[in-house]
């Protein structure tokens, strides 16, 4: 699964982030050409350069012909024109419907009657729409980011002189983590802060996974003693990193990031905590742990643990509180080191058998999966426990649980 990750330590445009797809690939001129045949003259314009030494992609965006102050009911008839995918032109027209709504509430008056000004011209309809086809062209499934730097100063913009962040923004990063800084200007946009609140799924480091690519947006502004850019890191979170341990050669692991869930339970009865068990593993828990202990009050409960994926977590934990119905979770992020595991079929007298091979100090062990050796242990007549011990002792068999011994070369004998 492919994932995106924001370094935003220099804040965030609609621009910086449209640049740095581009840097990672995506051919805007595709995207001029369908904002041009929705009748909108525009020309991107993105180019290599500099900013304090770090190289990057610079967007520009020139509009061919005047264009007027559009309120939220034009913008959406400039997007149902466009040649572009019906989800990109719906996730593009609820971004914008709350980017009016924001206006709206910031400035007292209705969504109707808001004029996007400087935030609703051109550039914000093809950062909008840009964000979301680009994400769609590269098949990014989610988007993480880093914290996020607060700023101040002050704007000048059509309602005369407002502070920073503009309240726009202000609203848009309500619940969102930030950090204090020195810089004194817009390093958070109107557009860059509706792009945070539209598509990033969970802020916090870079979640584990092989880094397919990175790619650095630039912004306009110079900022002191460092550069304005925005990194976007490609990665494939389904695809960790395989290291082999020093003292075995013969033994790889696997060293995963993975999210730990937990909370205290004592308001569930026995056919809950079960029912409760099940839903999290559908929902995506990789495993669910329950040590029984007594709660506050001497009553009888114990601890939930639920182990998840870091892409995961928005879903997982969403899960913990719709199934458990707790009031409040613990998360900590760990790694766990797994042996390397390889899918394979053993042939037996009763038929195939799916298992997976590890290998352990130059043996090779091969465990059933469970729920294959019970089905199979029903269609020969036969319970689990009585199929294991046959499948044990049979010459042909050896290698089953107890494993096979490999030469130096790795040829299993």
């Known amino acids: 699964m492919k994932i995106l990750h924001l370094e935003c330590s220099s804040g965030l445009g609609g621009d910086m982030f449209l640049a740095s797809l581009a840097d990672l690939g995506v051919d805007l001129h595709l995207l001029e050409s369908a904002l041009r045949a929705a009748g909108l003259g525009v020309r991107l314009i993105c180019r290599s350069t500099t900013r304090q030494g770090l190289s990057g992609k610079f967007l520009e965006i020139q509009e061919e012909t005047h264009q007027p102050l559009r309120r939220l009911s034009d913008i959406k008839t400039v997007l149902a024109a466009l040649p572009l995918s019906g989800e990109v032109i719906q996730r593009s027209l609820s971004a914008i419907e709350r980017l009016g709504q924001v206006e709206a509430q910031v400035h007292g008056m209705a969504v109707e009657d808001v004029h996007f000004h400087e935030i609703g011209a051109m550039d914000t309809i093809v950062d909008v729409v840009g964000a979301f086809w680009a994400l769609?062209?590269?098949?990014?499934?989610?988007?993480?980011?880093?914290?996020?730097?607060?700023?101040?100063?002050?704007?000048?913009?059509?309602?005369?002189?407002?502070?920073?962040?503009?309240?726009a923004v202000v609203e848009l990063l309500k619940n969102k983590p930030v950090y204090p800084?020195?810089?004194?200007?817009?390093?958070?946009?109107?557009?860059?802060?509706?792009?945070?609140?539209?598509?990033?799924?969970?802020?916090?480091?870079?979640?584990?996974?092989?880094?397919?690519?990175c790619g650095i947006g630039l912004g306009r502004t110079e900022l002191a003693r460092q550069p304005n850019a925005l990194r976007s890191f490609l990665v494939d979170a389904r695809s960790p990193s395989i290291r082999s341990a020093s003292r075995h050669q013969a033994l790889e692991t696997i060293i995963e990031d993975i999210v730990v869930l937990e909370t205290n339970i004592?308001?569930?009865?026995?056919?809950?905590?079960?029912?409760?068990?099940?839903?999290?593993?559908?929902?995506?828990?990789?495993?669910?742990?329950?040590?029984?202990?007594v709660m506050k009050k001497n009553r009888p409960g114990g601890l939930l643990q639920v182990i998840c994926r870091p892409e995961d977590l928005p879903e997982v934990e969403q899960a913990v509180f719709r199934h458990s119905m707790t009031l409040g979770l613990r998360r900590r992020r760990m790694e766990r080191v797994?042996?390397?595991?390889?899918?394979?079929?053993?042939?037996?007298?009763?038929?195939?058998?799916?298992?997976?091979?590890?290998?352990?100090?130059?043996?090779?062990?091969?465990?059933?999966?469970?729920?294959?050796?019970?089905?199979l242990a029903q269609r020969s007549g036969r319970t689990v426990a009585q199929l294991r011990y046959l499948l044990q002792s049979t010459a042909d068999d050896a290698q089953f649980e107890e494993g096979a011994e490999q030469d130096e070369s790795g040829v299993t004998r």
């Open 338 to 375: 797994v042996l390397k595991r390889t899918p394979a079929a053993r042939e037996t007298p009763f038929g195939s058998l799916p298992t997976k091979q590890t290998t352990l100090d130059k043996q090779i062990y091969a465990r059933p999966e469970f729920e294959a050796l019970k089905k």
């Open 266 to 293: 004592d308001h569930l009865t026995g056919e809950e905590l079960g029912a409760c068990f099940e839903g999290l593993l559908q929902d995506g828990a990789l495993d669910v742990l329950f040590t029984p202990g």
């Open 181 to 213: 800084t020195e810089h004194r200007a817009e390093l958070i946009t109107p557009t860059g802060a509706l792009l945070l609140d539209q598509i990033v799924a969970a802020f916090g480091p870079q979640p584990c996974g092989t880094l397919l690519g």
């Open 136 to 167: 769609e062209t590269l098949e990014i499934e989610q988007v993480f980011a880093s914290p996020l730097p607060w700023f101040e100063g002050r704007i000048d913009c059509a309602h005369g002189f407002l502070p920073l962040p503009a309240p």
